[in-house]
C-alpha cells in the first residue's frame, strides 16, 4: 500500500488506463480538426467525436444530438442556466434552486439576480433533500426554470429526481439537474427522470480533465438555449470553439467503462464505505453520519466527529488525502455552506470530513483510513476542553462563550 | 497549509495536556473562544505564592491554536503572575512563525492567560497580598 491514501474522488478522479489508451492516438496520429470538411484527418476526428457522444448519450438515456461537449461541468452549467434565462427571460424572471448547490451553480445564479431575475434559495431539509412539496410551493406563474442537482458532492444525497422532474413538466418549467457527482456513478437516465438539461464532467468518472458535456432536451419539450460562446459555430450553434477531440475521446471512453462497470463499481465502493464507517463507529461515540444515510452516492461518507475541530483532524491524518467541511484560513471560519444549509450546527460543520472511495480503493486503504482517523480523534478529544466538558455532563448549548 | 516545525511540534507533542482542579483556591482557570468559531482554550495555573507552579491546557482548534497554547503552557511555568499577564500574543506569533491567518490564535493564547489569572484573583480579592 503506498501512502498518502486518496480518498478524495468527489473532488476528482485519476483517468482510468483504458479511457488513457483510447486517448492516446488522437493527441499524434488522428490530429485533425473535428469542423475541418474536406480531408480524412478531420472526418476521423470527427468520427472519433460523433463516437464519443454516443457513448455519453448512452450513459444517460439520451440522444447523441443532445450532448453538447463543453470543458466541463462549471461550463455546461453556465450555457444551461445563463443560456435559458436569456432564451426564456421574456416569459418569466423567476428561477428555483437550493443552497445545497455547487458553487458553479449558485454563483450563476446570483450572476441572473443582477441581471433582473429572481432566485429563491430551497434550504434542504437535515438530510440534504428536498421534496417535491417544497419546490411546487416556491413554484410562480413566472417560474421559468428549476435547478436542484441529482447528487451532493459533499454529503452524497440523492434527490428524488424523477419526482421533481414530473412536477416540472406539469407546470411546464425547465428542470435543469447538475449531474456531476451522480452520473457514471448511479443509475441516470434523463427521460425517465424528466430532466430536460444535465451536465456531467468527465474527471469524476475516471476521465480527464476540463472535458464535460451538457445535455439539451430536444423533445417533449425542445429546449433552445442562448449561447454563451459565440464563434464557429460549433455544436450546433450552441457551443463555439474547435473540438478538444482527445478530451472528447476519452469523455466518451471513461462514460463507456463507467456504464459498464456502473453496478460492480457500485457495489465496490458501496462495501468500502459500510467498511469503513462500521470500524469508525466501533471505535468511537459521537460521530455523525452528514447526509441521507440511506440514499447517498455509494463511495460517499461526510463524517462528522463531535468535539474535535476539522483542520487539527486534518493534521493528524497527513496519511490520508481527504476533504474538511471547513475551511479555518481567516479569523471568521467558514464551514460548509452545504453542511450549513441543512442545519448543521457550525460545529459539527467543523469537524467534519467527507472520505470518497473509488473504483482504485482497497480494503487495506480503507482500514488503514479508518485507523488513521480513529487514533486522531483519539488523540484530539484527549486535548478537547469540549469532549472534558461533555462527559462532565455539562450541556454545551448552554454555556456562556467569549465568541470572538 | 504549510505548518512551521515548531507548530508541528507541538501538535505532535504537545506540552502539559491536562486539567488541574479548577475549584482548588491555587488554580485559575480561563475559558476563552466558542465552539462556533472553531476554537476554544482551556487554560489553568497553579499558583504558589505569586509564582505559577504547573501550567496545563487542553484546545478544541486548529493546529495553530493547539500550539499556541501548549506554547503558554510552556512559559507560563516559573513565571509571576505580573510576568505572566506581560505575555503578548506577538511573541507566540513569533516563536511559532504563524501566518497572518492565524494570529487570531495567538490572541486566544493571550486572552487565555489573561482569563486564567484573573480567575485566580478573583478567588483571592480581599486577601492581602
Ligand atoms: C456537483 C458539482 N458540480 C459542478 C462541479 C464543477 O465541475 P467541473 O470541475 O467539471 O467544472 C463539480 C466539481 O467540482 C461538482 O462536484
Request: glycine fraction near 8%; include cysteine.
Amino acid at each position: 500500500m503506498n501512502t498518502p491514501v486518496y480518498l478524495d474522488f468527489q473532488a476528482t478522479t485519476p483517468v482510468d488506463p483504458r479511457v488513457l489508451e483510447a486517448m492516446l492516438p488522437y493527441f499524434t496520429q488522428v490530429f485533425g480538426n473535428a469542423a475541418s470538411r474536406n480531408h480524412p484527418f478531420g472526418w476521423d476526428a470527427e468520427k472519433a467525436v460523433d463516437n464519443a457522444r454516443a457513448q455519453c448519450a448512452a450513459l444517460i438515456g439520451a440522444h447523441e444530438k443532445e450532448i453538447v461537449f463543453t470543458s466541463g461541468s462549471t461550463e455546461a452549467i453556465n450555457l444551461a442556466l445563463k443560456g435559458v434565462a436569456e432564451m426564456y427571460g421574456s416569459k418569466g424572471k423567476h428561477i428555483i434552486t437550493s443552497l445545497s448547490e455547487h458553487k458553479a451553480v449558485l454563483d450563476v445564479a446570483k450572476h441572473l439576480e443582477k441581471e433582473g431575475f429572481e432566485v429563491t434559495y430551497l434550504a434542504p431539509d437535515k438530510l440534504g433533500r428536498h421534496s417535491v412539496e417544497q419546490i411546487e410551493a416556491a413554484m410562480r406563474d413566472d417560474t421559468i426554470l428549476v435547478a436542484i442537482m441529482w447528487a451532493n458532492n459533499e454529503i452524497g444525497t440523492i434527490q428524488s429526481i424523477a419526482e421533481i422532474g414530473k412536477l416540472c413538466k406539469e407546470r411546464k418549467v425547465l428542470f435543469m439537474c447538475d449531474g456531476t457527482q451522480a452520473a457514471g456513478k448511479i443509475p441516470v437516465n434523463v427521460d425517465e427522470a424528466g430532466v430536460d438539461l444535465m451536465c456531467a464532467s468527465g474527471h469524476k468518472m475516471y476521465g480527464p480533465k476540463g472535458v464535460g458535456f451538457l445535455y439539451v432536451r430536444r423533445k417533449n419539450p425542445r429546449v433552445r438555449l442562448v449561447a454563451q460562446m459565440d464563434g464557429g459555430g460549433h455544436e450546433r450553434g450552441m457551443r463555439s470553439g474547435t473540438l478538444n477531440v482527445p478530451g472528447i475521446v476519452g469523455l466518451g471512453a471513461a462514460a463507456d467503462v463507467a456504464r459498464q462497470d456502473l453496478e460492480k463499481d457500485a457495489k465496490h465502493s458501496l462495501q468500502l464505505r459500510e467498511r469503513f464507517e462500521a470500524r469508525v463507529f466501533k471505535a468511537l461515540d459521537q460521530v455523525f453520519i452528514n447526509g441521507d444515510k440511506d440514499n447517498r452516492l455509494p463511495g460517499c461518507s461526510n463524517l462528522s466527529f463531535a468535539y474535535v475541530e476539522g483542520e487539527s483532524l486534518i493534521m493528524g491524518i497527513p496519511e490520508l488525502a481527504v476533504s474538511s467541511g471547513s475551511a479555518c484560513t481567516s479569523a471568521s471560519l467558514e464551514p460548509s455552506h452545504v453542511l450549513q444549509s441543512m442545519g448543521v450546527g457550525d460545529e459539527l460543520a467543523h469537524s467534519s470530513i467527507r472520505f470518497g472511495f473509488g473504483r482504485l480503493t482497497t480494503e487495506e486503504e480503507t482500514d488503514y483510513a479508518a485507523d488513521q482517523i480513529i487514533r486522531a480523534v483519539i488523540k484530539l478529544r484527549e486535548l478537547s476542553p469540549l469532549y472534558e466538558m461533555a462527559l462532565e455532563g455539562i450541556d454545551l448549548s448552554q454555556v456562556n462563550w467569549t465568541g470572538h | 497549509m504549510a505548518y512551521s516545525d515548531k507548530v508541528l511540534d507541538h501538535y505532535n507533542n504537545p506540552r502539559n495536556v491536562g486539567s488541574l482542579d479548577k475549584t482548588s483556591n491555587a488554580v485559575g482557570t480561563g475559558i476563552v473562544g466558542a465552539p462556533e468559531c472553531g476554537d476554544v482554550m482551556k487554560l489553568q495555573i497553579e499558583v504558589d505564592g505569586d509564582r505559577i507552579v504547573d501550567a496545563k491546557f487542553k484546545t478544541f482548534g486548529c493546529g495553530s491554536a493547539i500550539a499556541s497554547s501548549s506554547l503558554a503552557t510552556e512559559w507560563l511555568r516559573g513565571k509571576t503572575l505580573q510576568e505572566a499577564t506581560a505575555i503578548t500574543n506577538t511573541e507566540i506569533v513569533q516563536e511559532l512563525s504563524l501566518p497572518p491567518v492565524k494570529i487570531h490564535c495567538s490572541v486566544l493564547a493571550e486572552d487565555a492567560i489573561k482569563a486564567a489569572v484573573s480567575d485566580f484573583k478573583r478567588k483571592h480579592a480581599g486577601e492581602d497580598a
